[in-house]
């Protein structure tokens, strides 16, 4: 844990300085809280709404922080447990088959209007979307944000070994969808 | 990496770029966008308490009154009816009778009135035949036990 966050956590408990440390956390963090969020919810307004869930969650449970994590793995974690959450409300709601998931994540992406990629972009991230929900998790964590294994097992609950063969497998197939569909 | 970019040629290919935007200052509205959600979280949190027992008070209400009617009409007319306290009375006096001291609870079951009632009669003089008493014995105790009360 850096030194900055740990002045924000120590700040964060005290009622007098809870505002500002707050406001320094949301500061620091919102930016890739957003873009892990963006890529597993792929619509602009969906990933908002998320966003604003996961800081509302921060901060009602800053007292259930336990400092032996790091506040970067916590965040994560909850931005990603509050994206899924999302997708499988979503779910629910539109009687979707777990199949037709991918496919909507698909049209969401397709409909979008902050999506710039070109043609190569798209085809990518349309192979991303059909991986199953953890394989794209750790794909984009790896991938993208270049997250270390072992972070990235505190924030999936996941051991390091099956991440790295989640990994693998999501690389496969992305790597045969980008051949086939040529 | 190289590892990676054998395996996987045509990814490779791709430029590691991010192709999603945000609309124009994006962050930074976000931070006061949440501020004002964390602003109004901060009035919203005791409340839930509140209005759950606003919810809940016409219904204890009308728990409490029918807990009263119960302890005023019903359970006082269904202990002291004359019907329920006669069979009270005869459970009691079942259950005594299984005891080996039941003369003793005979007579306790007998209310205060009645037993002076039955003292301050004046002893009335049986008499009966010899008749009367052989058929009463005849009747009423066996051979058996006439024979157990005689004495040797």
């Known amino acids: 844990m850096d030194f900055d966050d740990r002045g924000i956590i120590a700040d964060l408990k005290q009622e007098n300085k809870r505002d500002l440390a707050f406001h320094t956390l949301v500061n620091k963090y919102q930016e890739r809280l957003y873009w892990h969020i963006r890529k597993i919810v792929m619509n602009h307004e969906d990933a908002d709404d ?6 509302i969650k921060v901060w009602r449970s800053i007292d259930k922080f336990r400092e032996e994590s790091s506040l970067y793995t916590w965040l994560y974690r909850i931005a990603t447990n509050e994206s899924i959450s999302f997708l499988n409300a979503n779910k629910r709601r539109s009687f979707m ?3 037709d998931v991918n496919e909507y994540l698909v049209k969401n992406l397709e409909s979008d209007p902050y999506f710039e990629g070109d043609k190569i972009q798209f085809k990518l991230q ?10 794209r998790l750790v794909f984009n964590m790896k991938y993208f944000d270049e997250m270390k294994y072992e972070d990235m097992s505190k924030v999936l609950d996941t051991s390091v070994g099956a991440l790295k063969a989640s990994y693998f497998h999501a690389t496969k ?8 569909s040529d | 990496m190289d590892n990676l970019r054998e395996n996987t040629p045509e990814l490779s290919k791709i430029k590691k770029e991010n192709p999603f935007r945000v609309p124009e200052n994006y962050f930074d509205d976000f931070s006061a966008r949440l501020q004002m959600k964390i602003e109004a979280e901060k009035k919203v949190v005791p409340a ?4 759950i027992i606003q919810m809940l008070k016409p219904a204890i209400g009308l728990a409490a009154s029918f807990v009263l009617i119960f302890m005023l009409v019903y359970w006082p007319l269904k202990t002291f009816s004359p019907k329920q306290v006669a069979e009270n009375n005869d ?12 003369y003793l609870n005979l007579l306790e079951s007998i209310d205060e009135n009645s037993f002076y009632a039955l003292l301050d009669e004046p002893v009335k003089s049986v008499e009966f035949s ?3 008493l052989m058929s009463y014995i005849n009747t009423n105790i066996s051979e058996y036990e006439i024979y157990l009360g005689t004495d040797f």
Request: hydrophobic fraction near 30%.
């Open chain 1, 173 to 180: 197939k992305i790597e045969e969808y980008l051949k086939s």
């Open chain 1, 126 to 135: 349309e192979a991303i979307l059909r991986l199953p929900e953890k394989q």
């Open chain 2, 91 to 102: 459970s009691i006096v079942i259950e005594e009778y299984d005891n080996e001291n039941e």
């Open chain 1, 97 to 99: 088959p777990l199949n």
């Open chain 1, 50 to 55: 998320v966003l604003q869930n996961t800081f």
């Open chain 2, 130 to 132: 010899d008749e009367e």
């Open chain 2, 48 to 51: 839930p308490k509140n209005r």
